[in-house]
């Protein structure tokens, strides 16, 4: 069993509630539009960091993390790109690979709107954590707490904080 934190779109905005939500979670990742290293440093020192670069990240982020992660974690297959669209809407940089071999998580970030639905025609999960920094026209932030046990999601929690 694993506790996960999620957050996207932080755009350089850092909150020391991250870390107080995030107490109880064994890994974070962060989907994207990290906006600062200092971010993703500051997120490393605190838990293990998995983290896609997102389009408003610089060279100095595009070196340290992939454009797509996918990874195989307590049984369940996780892919994750900060530009990835929703179920039926798929970004078309990612469809051919959801389609033909997708994940039971797919994760991205990007619309800054919070997004939990389940694909019934590809059988995987979707999270968009929404956006947990200051900028963009979302009105709260969003923080996503969850659990993988053998392959199977559980005690989803979604983490509002004021903007």
């Known amino acids: 069993m694993i506790r996960i934190g ?5 755009h350089g905005y850092w909150d020391e509630r ?8 064994d890994e974070i990742w962060h989907a994207g539009d990290i906006g600062s290293p200092d971010i993703a440093e500051r997120l490393q020192a605190f838990r ?11 060279q100095d982020l595009r070196l340290r993390f992939p454009e797509i992660q996918r990874f195989t974690i307590e049984g369940a297959d996780v892919l994750m790109k900060h530009i990835g669209g929703y179920p039926g809407r798929y970004d078309p940089s990612v469809r051919d690979l959801l ?11 990007h619309s800054h709107i919070l997004k939990i639905k389940y694909d019934n ?20 932030r969003t923080l996503i707490r969850f659990t993988i046990e053998n392959g199977k999601f559980s005690d989803l929690e979604v983490i509002e904080l004021n903007k």
């Open 6 to 10: 999620l957050l996207s779109d932080t």
């Open 18 to 25: 991250y870390l107080n939500y995030f107490e109880p979670c």
């Open 48 to 58: 293990p960091l998995r983290a896609v670069y997102g389009n408003i990240d610089g």
């Open 99 to 109: 389609r033909t071999n997708p994940p039971t998580l797919f994760i991205s970030g």
């Open 121 to 140: 025609r590809l059988g995987l999960l979707h999270i968009n954590p929404g956006a947990a920094g200051k900028y963009g026209f979302h009105q709260v």
